[in-house]
Structure formats: C-alpha cells, structure tokens
C-alpha cells in the first residue's frame, strides 16, 4: 500500500488563464504545490498535466503527460494513477494545483481516514469566515452530516452546517476506478463541481476539518494577490 499525491494540473482556466505558470513570489504557482506536498507523508508525488510548458518545470518522470481531453481533474488523476499505482489498497491525493499553500498536516490526514479504514473518499473543508464567502460563486461550499458531506454547492442562501470546500480530495483505488467509471451528472457540468459526480452517485465522502492557517485557493486574479501578499 503507497500513499500517492497526484496534482492535475492545465493551463486553459476560464478565470485565471495560464495559472499554474502565475507566480507566486519567485516560483511558479503549481512549483509550490508540489513542494508543499512532498512534505507530507506522501511516497510518491506527481504531476498530472497535458502541457509541455508545465512538465518542463519538473525533473524527469515527475510531471506525466495526460489526454488533454478529460472533463476533470480527477479524471486527469486516474490516467496517471493507472501508470503509477499498483494496488487498489493504494491511498491517491487530487491536489489540486492552485492550493499552493496546502498544509501537510492536511494532506496527512487524508492519508489516515482512507488508510485501513471503510471510508472511499476524503475531502478537507473550512470554517466560513464573514457572510461574503456565503454567496461568493468563487468560493465552493459543503454542508456536513454527521462527519460526511451531503451537498456541494457554489451559493448557500443560509449557512446551517455549511462551510468552505477545499478541493483536495482522497480515494481508495477502487473508489477512484468507480468514480472514473461514471459518466458526469447534470450537476456536474452545470456548477462546474466534479465532487457532486460522487454525490449523486451515493459514493459518500468523508469531511475533513483542515489544520492549516493559510487558506487561499487561487482561481482569480484577487486571489494570486492575496497570495502574494501571504
């Protein structure tokens, strides 16, 4: 059994085009990503990308070169996983490449709630700081029961159980098999959320109280700012 942590990694945002090239201070963005998570408990660390531009940055057989054709990054994790992993008691991290400030602590316990436990997936959330991050389409949002998430959405009108979604998730192999297996939802592809593919599939994710002090994902230009400004 390994402990693998996989970032997808383009650069064809809508909202931040080229992001995970923006620096952050003196490095790339997706540059510090990876090196947060070779802090972790992690045996291996990896790239997921279909740009030249971006495997460049890395030492040979550290970025691995996916279809550019996927619809999520999970899916651009799974084709990478299929190269590297080879039991399905593995544990596979989607560390998004634009959380560039990921805790390790975090990433750790993603390790600890898949490994020799019943759980399929993991993901890390937050507590809501001001009514703003409520009905900030930028800032996804989770409601928990009873420790698991139950509803993802871009604009909670009320913030009963609710708190900010970090988009790093945790699979078993077999969980990420599945979930790769079905086709995207409605949903889905209309919020733009690939957890809800897992949702609407009674495939249940297991929420995880994040540890760390920073939390700036950075999807828009603001946000590489206050990045920078960390």
């Known amino acids: 059994m390994k402990k693998i942590v996989i970032i997808p990694?383009?650069?064809?945002?809508?909202?931040?085009?080229?992001?995970?090239?923006?620096?952050?201070?003196?490095k790339p963005m997706i540059q510090w990503t990876y090196d947060a998570a070779l802090l972790s408990n992690a045996d291996e660390v990896k790239i997921a990308t279909d740009s030249i531009e971006i495997q460049s940055l890395f030492d040979e057989g550290v970025a691995l070169m996916t279809s550019s054709v996927h619809k999520s990054g999970t899916e651009r994790v799974?084709?990478?996983a299929k190269k590297i992993s080879k039991s399905k008691d593995d544990v596979i991290v989607n560390l998004q490449g634009?959380?560039?400030?990921?805790?390790?602590?975090?990433?750790?316990?993603?390790?600890?709630?898949?490994?020799?436990?019943?759980?399929e997936m993991a993901t890390l959330y937050r507590e809501i700081i001001s009514k703003d991050e409520l009905s900030d389409e930028n800032i996804v949002k989770v409601k928990l029961k009873s420790g698991y998430a139950v509803e993802f959405s871009r604009n909670f009108k009320e913030d009963n159980d609710c708190y900010v979604h970090i988009g790093v998730y945790a699979f078993s192999g077999n969980s990420l098999e599945s979930y790769n297996n079905l086709e995207p939802t409605d949903s889905e592809k209309i919020q733009k959320l690939e957890q809800l593919r897992a949702i609407e599939n009674n495939i249940p994710i297991r929420g995880i109280k994040s540890l760390a002090e920073i939390h700036i994902g950075v999807d828009t230009e603001e946000d590489l700012i206050k990045a920078n400004e960390a």
């Open 78 to 80: 799974h084709e990478v």
């Open 9 to 26: 990694a383009r650069l064809h945002s809508e909202r931040l085009p080229l992001k995970p090239l923006k620096l952050i201070g003196e």
């Open 98 to 119: 634009d959380e560039p400030f990921i805790n390790k602590l975090d990433l750790n316990n993603l390790f600890s709630a898949l490994v020799g436990a019943e759980n």
